[in-house]
């Protein structure tokens, strides 16, 4: 004990020295070798009795008083260059071994001792030349401190709001004639409700910056005198002269620090961003600010930094306080945010805080306007979904994607995301203008975590999957002719890229090839030959099987091998016209060739159909749908499909649509707007299959469903509700004037009389009616019928099928009597009355269509499909489209019943026996129907 007194006293005595006595410049070896020489300087003035109790047996004099030398470094050290103060005492501990704990704990002492005294020579010197030292801080008990505690207070230095007048920025520059920059605040009505005297901070403008908006307010006063004083916003002001043109004049993008963050952690940070003042703010409140000169100057302003809230419970009641514009950056763009006309509640509400929602369910306005709000940086957070990524490039600084997993409701489980797609969305990380590095979080499951980390690094292979789609590949390539024989459709995959990674990576696409042990080339060879002969086998048969091809005749090819002939046939060109799977128009011919479909039949059928396979169902959207379905009319049947299948959502979503239903959620207009965009090719290709079928009922059926989605309307209500602003009240009133269905309005010369009957909300109102009215197309149609003449013998084999030669005949006129048994041209000439609309009126279709009109020649007696064919006329007045059939009169029979149809049509069909019908549908206007009765009978020629 006595020796560690004895070491501590020659460590305070050398302590003493080293602060009176004059620092030769340098780091740490000057200050060892002075202070060496000044403890055997010590030494020698000191008796040899002092020494005898601290020498070991084995010491002599002359090799203790070398190692109080290297003491005397140590301690020398210590007091001058006090950061490198705990690595010195290694030197002690080597130089006494037995005596290295009261040794450290001695010269932490002699630190302790100098700081108490003055500032160390090398933080004294950088002082002097502007910079700090790192000791201060960090040896004192300073250094855990949080920030507010040592910062300045806002209330104890000017700050200027950022709607600034003339005598902010005077008063500012006059009263602080030292301060080298200001803080820019603004207010918020729901902060101040609750702290009146603190406010948000929007940034920071530098001293010159301040006299620059002086100058330009005084030149604008001078040139414009006002009665008030003129405010301008500083964070939107920009330099004018050739070195800084167009840069703001104030930094919107200011330091600040947590109040919880530490006197060390602020230091290091400073330091990095090289600035001089970081402001501490919880949630964008200004609280205080911290400089050098509050991290290791003299008075650190401790009990200042605690008086501004008066207590801490205050300063936690700040700091945890959920402001409405914590992620808006700026308050005029809050209010801006706030004010948007935004239709989704959620978003509205979220907007409020800063945050944005992105997902395919919001309406096309919202998406768009959020998009512009995070581009333009008036939202800071962007919550989405994972097909942002593909579609709209919105660079962010930070990406999280919380999850890798979605719910797939075809095999009603959670499945992993493409690996493909976890880059992409990670790819939005990063903006090129404002960052030089960038983060992406992936919250991914931890047995998953090697695999993402290896793939996220590495290359990934691009692997094809032509195989799972080639036999609709090898369909629409048969139908072009681009495939004949079963040789060219092997031709024609080997000329693929699926060919190229097959060759490359076997494995992955046959089985039998990832049991081979050793890649033998000839045996890899025969296997993929055997698998590409299987595949296209395979294939083929498929095709066959659907009905979409048909093999004929062996044909010799130009190598003189046999090969079969195939050949396309009508569902296989429908499927290749539509695009549309085998397997679909092969499950619609299996059911539109049953008899007489109703209208909800040929509904059922167009959603199960497997196109609706890929819909999303999401995790407990089966309740959704239980509950959804008990508003739509129709009901589902349980028994085909469950509530957790797409086609029973594919059934449900097209009655909300024709009946008006409103959707229980916003995802499910997205889906809607799937549905329908899909719907209209397969009701087309429905219509082509059931004329094949020679099915009348069906066919207009499934037009009438095409008229329904079209409009959004049911086929139960008067085709007068498809007009807009027409309420049930003024549907009676219309019934009281004569006016039951929309042609019978469109041909009225009174319309518009009429229409000022009806109690409409507005003049507006009436005025769009009106003018949907008058640009309703009035379709005319007229009908000629020839008996044509025979054919000469080799006409028909000299024909061209390219350019058909048109028959002469014979004009009939009415009463229709033709020669029996002999070949019929009925044409149809349609025209407009007047010059219609281009577009046609359906404002709950996601898309803008043109419309065409079907002509269907039927018997309804037997509802049977003789002919049907699609005319598209130009939105022309009296331009005429000419639509010819051809058919043979009855052999024994006088009178059968033919029915030509445009577009929809709401009336039972029906007629007296040797009546002929021909009948006008559209594809997409409701109750516009013309029907027109042709009498033909057989009678003798020569009668």
């Not at 090129?432 to 993402?452: G, I, L, S």
């Not at 692997?463 to 002719?481: F, G, M, P, Y």
């Not at 379905?629 to 649509?657: G, I, N, R, W």
Request: hydrophobic fraction near 40%; proline fraction near 6%.
């Amino acid at each position: 004990m006595r020796c560690d007194c004895q070491c501590l006293k020659a460590k305070l005595v050398t302590t003493l020295l080293a602060l009176a006595l004059p620092v030769p410049t340098g780091v740490v070896a000057p200050s060892m070798v002075l202070g060496a020489l000044l403890m055997r300087a010590i030494c020698t003035q000191l008796p040899d009795g002092f020494f005898t109790p601290l020498l070991r047996q084995e010491d002599d004099l002359g090799a203790f008083l070398a190692r109080l030398s290297i003491l005397g470094a140590s301690a020398f050290s210590c007091a001058v260059v006090r950061a490198y103060g705990v690595a010195i005492t290694t030197f002690e501990a080597m130089a006494l071994s037995n005596m290295g704990v009261p040794l450290s704990l001695s010269s932490l002492t002699a630190i302790f001792v100098a700081d108490l005294i003055s500032l160390p020579f090398f933080d004294t010197a950088l002082v002097r030349k502007g910079w700090q030292g790192v000791s201060q801080m960090t040896c004192t008990n300073h250094a855990e401190e949080p920030a507010f505690l040592v910062m300045q207070p806002h209330s104890e230095f000017i700050s200027l709001p950022e709607m600034a007048s003339l005598e902010h920025v005077d008063a500012a520059l006059r009263a602080t004639p030292l301060e080298f920059s200001f803080p820019v605040i603004s207010t918020d009505d729901h902060l101040s409700a609750v702290h009146p005297h603190h406010h948000l901070l929007r940034g920071t403008i530098s001293r010159e910056a301040v006299a620059e908006v002086k100058r330009r307010l005084e030149a604008s006063q001078e040139k414009e005198p006002q009665e008030e004083d003129k405010h301008v916003s500083l964070l939107s002001l920009r330099w004018e002269d050739s070195q800084r043109f167009g840069q703001l004049l104030a930094d919107i993008l200011p330091l600040s620090v947590d109040p919880l963050a530490t006197v060390q952690e602020l230091y290091m940070t400073l330091k990095v961003v090289r600035k001089e003042v970081a402001y501490v703010t919880a949630h964008g409140v200004l609280l205080g600010r911290v400089g050098f000169k509050e991290l290791i100057g003299e008075g650190m302003p401790i009990a200042k930094g605690l008086g501004a809230f008066h207590d801490q419970e205050t300063f936690k009641a700040i700091y945890n306080a959920e402001s409405p514009q914590s992620w808006v950056p700026f308050p005029e763009k809050g209010k801006e945010v706030s004010g948007l006309q935004v239709s989704d509640q959620s978003l509205k509400h979220t907007l409020e805080f800063g945050i944005g929602i992105h997902h395919a369910g919001l309406p096309e306005r919202d998406r768009k306007v959020v998009e512009e709000l995070f581009v333009e940086a008036k939202i800071m957070v962007l919550i989405s979904t994972s097909t942002l990524a593909w579609g709209v490039n919105f660079p962010a600084h930070l990406v999280i994607i919380k999850g890798t997993e979605y719910y797939d409701g075809q095999l009603k489980r959670y499945v992993d995301f493409p690996i493909t797609d976890v880059l992409q969305m990670m790819g939005r990380a990063g903006r090129p203008q404002f960052d030089t590095e960038a983060r992406a979080v992936v919250m991914v499951h931890e047995p998953k975590k090697n695999f993402y980390r290896r793939f996220i690094y590495e290359p990934f292979p691009v692997e094809s999957s032509l195989h799972e789609q080639l036999t609709d590949h090898l369909n629409a390539e048969i139908v072009a002719k681009t495939i004949r024989t079963r040789e060219e459709a092997i031709d024609y995959v080997t000329w693929t890229y699926f060919f190229r990674r097959l060759t490359a990576n076997p494995a992955y696409y046959d089985q039998q090839a990832a049991l081979l042990e050793t890649p033998d080339f000839e045996k890899q060879k025969d296997m993929l030959a055997n698998y590409i002969e299987r595949l296209m086998n395979k294939c083929l048969d498929e095709l066959i099987r659907s009905g979409c091809i048909e093999l004929k005749e062996d044909q010799v090819t130009p190598a003189g091998m046999a090969s079969a002939l195939v050949e396309p046939t009508k569902l296989g060109r429908i499927a290749s016209l539509y695009y549309l799977s085998h397997r679909t128009v092969a499950q619609f011919q299996r059911t539109l060739a049953r008899e007489g479909m109703g209208f909800v039949e040929i509904m059922r059928v167009l959603c199960e159909c497997p196109e609706y396979d890929e819909l999303p169902v999401r995790h407990n959207e089966d309740k959704l749908n239980a509950e959804f379905a008990e508003h739509c009319p129709l009901e589902v049947d349980l028994a085909v499909q469950a509530y957790d299948s797409p086609h029973t959502k594919a059934f449900l979503l097209l009655q909300a649509h024709m009946w008006g239903i409103s959707l229980p959620i916003n995802d499910y207009k997205t889906d809607l707007k799937s549905v329908l965009d899909r719907s209209i090719p397969l009701i087309q290709a429905m219509v082509d299959i059931a004329a094949e079928e020679a099915q009348l009922r069906s066919t207009l059926n499934l037009i009438l469903l095409l008229q329904c989605l079209h409009q959004a309307h049911q086929p139960w209500r008067s085709s007068l509700a498809t007009l807009p602003h027409l309420s049930d009240k003024a549907l009676r009133v219309l019934r009281s004037l004569g006016v039951d269905s929309l042609p019978e309005l469109i041909e009225r010369r009174d319309a518009s009389k009429i229409l000022t009957k009806l109690s409409l909300p507005s003049a507006d109102a009436v005025k769009e009616m009106l003018q949907i009215v008058q640009d309703m197309p009035r379709l005319r149609m007229r009908v000629e019928l020839r008996v044509l003449d025979p054919e000469e013998p080799g006409e028909k084999e000299a024909e061209d099928p390219d350019k058909p030669k048109r028959r002469k005949g014979k004009l009939v006129a009415s009463p229709y009597k033709v020669p029996p048994d002999s070949e019929l041209e009925l044409t149809v000439v349609l025209c407009y009355d007047n010059e219609p609309m281009k577009f046609v009126h359906a404002p709950r279709f996601p898309k803008k269509k043109t419309y065409s009109w079907w002509c269907i020649l039927g018997d309804t007696e037997v509802d049977e499909l003789v002919s049907i064919k699609k005319a598209l006329l130009p939105t022309r007045q009296r331009f005429e489209r000419r639509i010819s059939f051809q058919f043979c009169s009855p052999a024994d029979e006088v009178g059968e019943t033919f029915t030509l149809s445009v577009l929809c049509r709401w009336a039972m069909l029906g007629g007296a026996s040797g009546i002929r019908r021909r009948r006008g549908m559209s594809d997409s206007f409701f109750g516009l129907d013309q029907q027109l009765d042709l009498s033909i009978t057989t009678a003798d020629p020569d009668a």
